[in-house]
């Protein structure tokens, strides 16, 4: 069976290069780009952002389950080592919470979006502020597994075959 599996490369994956970060990079920005959109509308009272806030957060909602999918099989192959481990794991875990909060937040705004698409709650606004601070958070642990750790990074692969990690 595993004969059927494509050889894995320099990066150690079976593709060209890793995708989970291109996903996520759509994430992080709709994600952070719905708070930003329904702050500046709550401020300057124009309720026309709050349709492009909750589009945002529907398409990233959406996105992250395919950034999971991707970081999980990447995560899998990446041979996590030394602190990489607990980090990654930490990673993995803060990424499924992000999809939990970010499906209940798109719920609770189709909610809102349905009684009153004119008005939102500083309860929601707030939710929002938590949503971005938990996004910078995962920015951060992604950062240090690649700038840090160098997983997935072909001088790191070749350490690891060669016995060196």
Same mark, same amino acid.
């Given at each position: 069976?595993?004969?059927?599996?494509?050889?894995l490369?320099? %990066?150690?994956?079976?593709?060209?290069?890793?995708? %989970?970060?291109?996903?996520?990079?759509?994430?992080?920005?709709?994600?952070? +780009? $719905?708070?930003?959109?329904?702050?500046?509308?709550?401020? $300057?009272?124009?309720?026309?952002?709050?349709?492009?806030?909750?589009?945002?957060?529907?398409f990233?909602t959406?996105a +992250?389950?395919?950034?999971?999918?991707?970081?999980?099989?990447?995560?899998?192959?990446?041979?996590? =080592?030394?602190?990489?481990?607990?980090?990654?794991?930490?990673h993995? $875990?803060?990424?499924?919470?992000?999809?939990?909060?970010?499906?209940?937040?798109?719920?609770?705004? =189709?909610?809102?979006?349905?009684?009153?698409? %004119?008005?939102?709650?500083?309860?929601?606004?707030?939710?929002?502020?938590?949503?971005?601070a938990?996004?910078?958070?995962?920015?951060?642990?992604?950062?240090?597994?690649?700038?840090? =750790?160098?997983?997935h $990074?072909?001088?790191?692969?070749?350490?690891?075959?060669?016995?060196?990690?």
């Amino acid at each position: 069976m595993l004969e059927l599996l494509p050889p894995l490369n320099d %990066h150690n994956l079976p593709w060209m290069d890793t995708i %989970h970060p291109i996903v996520v990079h759509f994430v992080i920005a709709m994600g952070l +780009i $719905t708070f930003v959109f329904d702050l500046i509308g709550v401020v $300057t009272r124009r309720p026309a952002l709050f349709e492009v806030s909750f589009w945002n957060l529907l398409f990233a909602t959406a996105a +992250i389950f395919v950034a999971i999918m991707f970081g999980q099989i990447e995560a899998g192959l990446a041979n996590p =080592y030394g602190a990489s481990r607990d980090i990654l794991n930490l990673h993995s $875990t803060i990424g499924w919470s992000l999809a939990g909060v970010l499906s209940l937040m798109s719920g609770w705004r =189709y909610v809102i979006r349905s009684k009153d698409p %004119h008005q939102l709650p500083l309860a929601f606004l707030g939710a929002g502020g938590l949503l971005s601070a938990l996004i910078v958070l995962q920015v951060t642990l992604g950062n240090q597994l690649i700038w840090v =750790y160098g997983l997935h $990074t072909v001088p790191v692969v070749q350490a690891m075959r060669s016995g060196l990690v």
